[in-house]
């Protein structure tokens, strides 16, 4: 499970160290002055976060801090498992929709080769199309999932196909520009999800009723370890019969798990420990054959692997794009320890047991024993497939109920990630709709710890807490398409209820409880209840899982505390404000909704979690969206952010070893988009 992008983001608390100096140090009087300016401009030179802006889209990049303190073994596996990630890039791409591949290497294709007017308005809009494509891994919004728009003509794509030679079929020329496979993932209620779902995990025929019967009849070895059946698998009809086309070496994507596998054979050579490398032998042996059982042994070992500075997140993993929660989308994240956050934060791993022993879950579920929640902050080194150029904040993995309980599970903030958000944004959106006066300042002074204590009881607390009770199935096939967002939802939770808690400042992480609290309640209503808003065209409903859970978490409560007037609706000078009157009844209204959201889990009840869901997270309030997007008409910063990767490269000697890893920047967002369709190009387009 992951915390998703935020909208408006805090800027996370840095320690800033100063510049001393040596007192026995003598006077350069001969120094020139130029060479002091020169000196001077150096010093507070700053990193440039933002690379470009296109459509609703600001393409930033981040640092890794602490590399050049990395041994050059363990530089050595950062890169390994960086080109490990890159290689199963295209994955991603097929799995988001059949056609994909062929419209970006068409669409790269004129754009490299194409010499008429590169200054007409209609090439533009194709350079931003592409971008758009470039950002979303395909033709589908990476966060609506609708399909994008070409704001250039068929006549003027005609033009360019003809000019540079490019040749695509009828069906792929069509499904750029009609309205075939509208949504990548289809969410509504009362359709069949499955089959208006243009993501690549079904065959044309497949429905619904197809799904769910067909993992029916699967029956685990051990129904206490239940198997991830469906996660590494696409399901086709063939002469109207229902199988798996898995993937693996020799099967579906094989050519790329190859070289995955290549790349993972040499990290685990130069792993840092034997429980690392262990765990590395495993995910190679599940690439090779597929089995789902090796995929646990693995998820296993791996999360009992917590020593050393280098991890990563690597495989088939979140299942946010399959409409029924089965399949999982490829995606990798390097990362590299930050230790003196990690161990800042380490206390709240420590004290897990206090906070489960303390929810206001039923007893029956509630872990007796909370087992093995590690928490690093850490520094991305490079993501690919389903986290990137989008990427998430923080991660809590393996996603297998039985292995949380029974042997834990790791949680990760993604700390340089958050930084480099924090640093290319603005107040300006915030001033526009925050209530009042105190309620900004809340923000500016607080919210930036807020943001960062939420993440962190999300994915350490959150995701860990709570059990199923005894004979209840999988999330996924109890509460099926609701799944994603009612577990978002409920460690959303857990940490709204214990953000308001005395006890985070026993454990030294708040100077402030109280106003921390009341910074991040402000901030999540405010998100849920209007300003996530702007990321939606006027008319559409929600449809992404965490814009859903925040949107429910946020209704009900609102509607829960009308009576005492909890939260208020303000309209001032024809602008909507909601204002929190009572934070201490909002906690207890936050802690009612978790107690529920977790029965309707532990319980497998699904008819409750459709209507938690449809009630209070789908539909729109229209007006208030026509508001805020015209509100929000002022601001020229975009509502999504992404990121390219540093580079990593190599320095050899003349036997071809390795003797140093260079960490660069690319030049730029298209840069880097054509060196990775060149370098990373393993899979063969679909026409």
Avoid at 400 to 426: H, M
């Amino acid at each position: 499970m992951r915390l998703d992008r935020i909208f408006f983001f805090a800027a996370i608390v840095t320690l800033m160290i100063g510049c001393k100096k040596d007192p026995n140090a003598k006077d350069q009087v001969d120094q020139t002055e130029e060479k002091q300016e020169q000196k001077q401009e150096k010093t507070v030179q700053k990193f440039d976060y933002v690379v470009e802006q296109f459509a609703d889209i600001k393409v930033l990049r981040y640092q890794i801090p602490g590399w050049e303190n990395l041994t050059l073994k363990e530089q050595k596996l950062v890169y390994y498992l960086t080109q490990a990630g890159l290689s199963g890039r295209d994955i991603m791409w097929d799995q988001n929709y059949r056609y994909n591949l062929t419209i970006r290497k068409a669409l790269e294709k004129i754009y490299t080769s194409y010499e008429g007017d590169k200054n007409a308005t209609e090439w533009k809009t194709f350079e931003t199309y592409l971008k758009r494509v470039w950002f979303s891994n395909g033709i589908h919004h990476h966060y609506s999932n609708g399909k994008i728009k070409p704001e250039f003509s068929k006549d003027y794509f005609s033009s360019l196909l003809a000019a540079t030679g490019v040749e695509v079929s009828k069906d792929v020329y069509e499904v750029i520009f009609n309205d075939k496979d509208a949504k990548k993932v289809n969410q509504a209620k009362g359709v069949d999800n499955v089959a208006l779902s243009a993501v690549n995990f079904y065959g044309p025929e497949v429905t619904n009723d197809d799904v769910t019967s067909f993992y029916a009849k699967k029956k685990s070895p051990d129904a206490t370890k239940p198997l991830s059946y469906g996660l590494n698998s696409q399901l086709v009809k063939e002469n109207g019969e229902l199988k798996e086309r898995v993937y693996k070496s020799g099967g579906l994507y094989g050519a790329a798990i190859d070289e995955i596998i290549k790349w993972l054979e040499k990290a685990q050579e130069v792993a840092e420990n034997k429980a690392q490398g262990d765990a590395l032998g495993l995910l190679i042996q599940y690439y090779k054959t597929g089995d789902l059982q090796t995929w646990d042994d693995y998820n296993v070992a791996w999360t009992a692997a917590t020593e050393g500075n280098i991890d990563y997140i690597n495989s088939f993993i979140e299942v946010y794009n399959d409409p029924l929660g089965y399949r999982g989308s490829y995606e990798t994240v390097v990362q590299i320890k930050d230790f003196d956050m990690s161990k800042k934060m380490s206390v709240l791993s420590e004290n897990a047991q206090w906070f489960e022993d303390n929810s206001p879950l039923m007893d029956a579920h509630k872990k007796d024993s909370v087992v093995g929640v590690s928490y690093k902050v850490v520094a991305v080194a490079g993501e690919a497939g389903d986290a990137s150029p989008s990427t998430p904040i923080g991660v809590n993995l393996p996603n297998a109920n039985w292995i949380r309980a029974a042997v834990g599970s790791k949680s990760v903030s993604l700390g340089n990630i958050i930084e480099a958000y924090s640093n290319a944004g603005g107040s300006g959106r915030l001033k526009e709709f925050v209530h009042d006066k105190e309620e900004f300042e809340l923000e500016e002074k607080y919210g930036q710890l807020a943001d960062k204590l939420h993440t962190a009881l999300h994915e350490v607390i959150g995701h860990a807490s709570g059990q199923l009770n005894p004979g209840v199935g999988e999330t996924k096939e109890t509460l099926k398409n609701y799944a994603s967002t009612m577990e978002e939802g409920r460690a959303d939770l857990v940490g709204l209820y214990y953000l308001m808690d005395p006890k985070l400042q026993e454990l030294e992480l708040v100077e402030d409880w109280e106003k921390t609290g009341k910074a991040a309640y402000d901030g999540y209503i405010r998100n849920g209840l209007m300003t996530q808003l702007i990321r939606l065209s006027l008319g559409d409903e929600v449809e992404e899982a965490h814009m859903r859970n925040r949107q429910w978490v946020s209704g009900w409560a609102f509607e829960q505390g009308k009576k005492d007037n909890v939260i208020e609706k303000v309209t001032r000078e024809g602008k909507t404000y909601f204002n929190i009157n009572d934070y201490t009844k909002l906690r207890e209204i936050f802690g009612r909704l978790l107690r529920e959201t977790q029965r309707i889990k532990s319980e497998g009840d699904y008819k409750a979690a459709e209507a938690l869901v449809e009630g209070y997270g789908v539909k729109v309030d229209q007006a208030i969206h026509a508001e805020v997007l015209k509100r929000n008409e002022q601001f020229t910063s975009a509502p999504y952010s992404g990121f390219v990767n540093p580079v990593l490269v190599p320095e050899t000697n003349e036997k071809g070893e390795i003797t140093k890893i260079n960490v660069t920047q690319p030049k730029g967002f298209v840069t880097q988009m054509l060196e990775y369709s060149k370098n990373y190009n393993f899979l063969p387009e679909v026409n």
